[in-house]
C-alpha cells in the first residue's frame, strides 16, 4: 500500500543534500603546471638571447646535412629491459631498434648520423654502429637503484630529431627500485643535449628534450612552461622546443650551460632533476665537417650515411722525360712563323737571287784532257 507522505520526504532529504553540498569545495588535482584560474597573474614572456649572446643561422654544411637527411624518418624504439623493469645484475645490458637512420663515421669528417644515450646526469653515449637494425649498450658502473635513461635519433652534429618516434625514456632498477630517487611517470623532466664532441666551438649549439611538456601556445595566455638558459652568465627565456645556434660568449673556449624548467609564472618545476648544468670544454683539434662552410658532394654523402656519387675517372699522363720536352721546345721554336703573303714573296725572291746559278758540264775536249792526264799518270 503506497504511503502518501514517503515521496514528500524523499523531496526534503534531497533539496537538503543540495542545499549543504552547494558550500563544499572542489578539489582539483594538483599538477606541475596548474596556475591559479582565478589569479590575474600573466604567463611569463619569452625573451631572446641578450648580452654578448646572439642568435645566428648554423653553419653551411650543417644546413645541407639536415637538407639531405629530411628523407629520413628514424624510429627508436626500446627492446630490452622493459620500462621500470627490475635487473637483477651488476651490469645493465640495454637494446634498442633504429628503423630509416643511416649511422655512420667518417674517419676524416667525423660523426655522422647516429644514436644517444644518456642514462641520469652521467655523460651522453654517442652509438654509430649496429648490427643489422639493432643497437647494444653494456654498462658496468651503474649504482644499485633506480635510474632514468634518454635516447634519441641525432644529427651529425648532436642536435636530437624532434620527430615523433625518434627519441625514447624510462626507467630501470637495479636489484632493487627506490621510491623518490626519480621523476614520477608522469611528471615533466628536462634533458640537456649537448653538442656532438662536447666542446665549446662557435657558433654554439644549444638543445635540450623535456619529457612529458604539455603543449603550449595554442592560444593567447596558456603558456605552462619555461626553459631559463644561462650562457656564461647570460640569461634569456625560451617557451619552444628549438634548437638553437648562439655566437658571441667566450668564442671557442669552455661554456657553462644551465637550463632551468619553470612553470608559466617562472617558479622552478622539481629542480632536483630539472636544474641541470653541462660544461663544454675549449675546442681543439681539427674542427669537425659539420663545421665547415660548405660540402662537396661526396664529402656530404660520407657524412650523411649515404652511398658517394659515381665520378668519371680521370686517366692522366704520365709526364715525359725533360729530354724529349725540350727537343719538343726546339722544334717548336725552329718552325718557321706564320707570316704574310708580301713578305713570303719578298722572301721567296731573296732566296731566288741568292741561289748559285748551276755551273756548265765540261765540254768533250776538256773531258778528253782530263783522261789523258790521269792515263799518263805514273804508277
Known amino acids: 500500500m503506497r504511503r502518501p507522505g514517503l515521496k514528500s520526504i524523499w523531496a526534503v532529504l534531497l533539496a537538503a543534500v543540495l542545499l549543504l553540498g552547494a558550500g563544499l569545495p572542489v578539489h582539483a588535482r594538483p599538477g606541475f603546471f596548474n596556475r591559479d584560474a582565478g589569479s590575474a597573474a600573466k604567463p611569463l614572456p619569452s625573451s631572446a638571447p641578450s648580452g654578448k649572446l646572439q642568435e645566428v643561422a648554423p653553419p653551411g654544411a650543417v644546413q645541407q646535412l639536415r637538407q639531405n637527411l629530411q628523407q629520413h624518418r628514424p624510429s627508436l624504439r626500446l627492446i630490452d629491459p622493459s620500462n621500470d623493469s627490475i635487473v637483477s645484475s651488476d651490469a645493465l645490458e640495454l637494446r634498442f631498434e633504429i628503423d630509416d637512420w643511416p649511422l655512420s663515421s667518417d674517419p676524416e669528417l667525423g660523426l655522422g648520423p647516429h644514436v644517444v644515450l644518456q642514462i641520469d646526469s652521467r655523460a651522453p653515449l654517442r652509438l654509430s654502429k649496429s648490427d643489422g637494425n639493432r643497437l647494444k649498450v653494456r654498462i658496468d658502473d651503474l649504482e644499485a637503484g633506480s635510474h632514468r635513461f634518454s635516447a634519441w635519433a641525432a644529427y ?224
Do not use: Y
Open 156 to 379: 651529425p652534429w648532436g642536435e636530437a630529431v624532434q620527430a615523433p618516434g625518434a627519441s625514447v625514456q624510462g626507467r630501470v632498477h637495479l636489484w632493487q627500485k627506490l621510491q623518490g630517487t626519480q621523476p614520477e611517470r608522469d611528471a615533466p623532466w628536462l634533458v640537456p643535449v649537448s653538442p656532438a664532441g662536447e666542446q665549446g666551438l662557435q657558433p654554439l649549439l644549444v638543445d635540450w628534450l623535456i619529457w612529458n611538456a604539455p603543449l603550449q601556445n595554442l592560444r593567447e595566455g596558456d603558456g605552462r612552461w619555461r626553459l631559463r638558459i644561462s650562457i656564461d652568465g647570460d640569461s634569456f627565456l625560451v617557451d619552444h622546443q628549438e634548437a638553437l645556434w648562439l655566437k658571441g660568449s667566450n668564442g671557442s673556449g669552455s661554456h657553462d650551460i644551465q637550463m632551468e624548467l619553470l612553470n608559466g609564472l617562472g617558479e622552478p618545476i622539481t629542480p632536483v632533476f630539472n636544474n641541470q648544468l653541462i660544461h663544454l670544454k675549449a675546442a681543439s683539434g681539427a674542427k669537425p665537417g659539420w663545421m665547415r662552410p660548405r660540402l662537396t658532394e661526396s664529402q656530404l654523402a660520407r657524412l650523411s650515411g649515404s652511398p658517394e656519387p659515381d665520378v668519371l675517372e680521370v686517366v692522366e699522363s704520365s709526364p715525359e722525360p725533360p729530354q724529349k720536352t725540350e727537343e719538343k721546345q726546339q722544334e717548336k721554336t725552329e718552325q718557321p712563323r706564320d707570316l704574310p703573303q708580301a713578305e713570303l714573296k719578298a722572301e721567296a725572291v731573296v732566296r731566288t737571287r741568292l741561289k748559285p746559278s748551276p755551273r756548265p758540264p765540261p765540254s768533250p775536249r776538256h773531258q778528253r784532257k782530263t783522261k789523258s792526264r790521269i792515263l799518263s799518270h805514273p804508277c
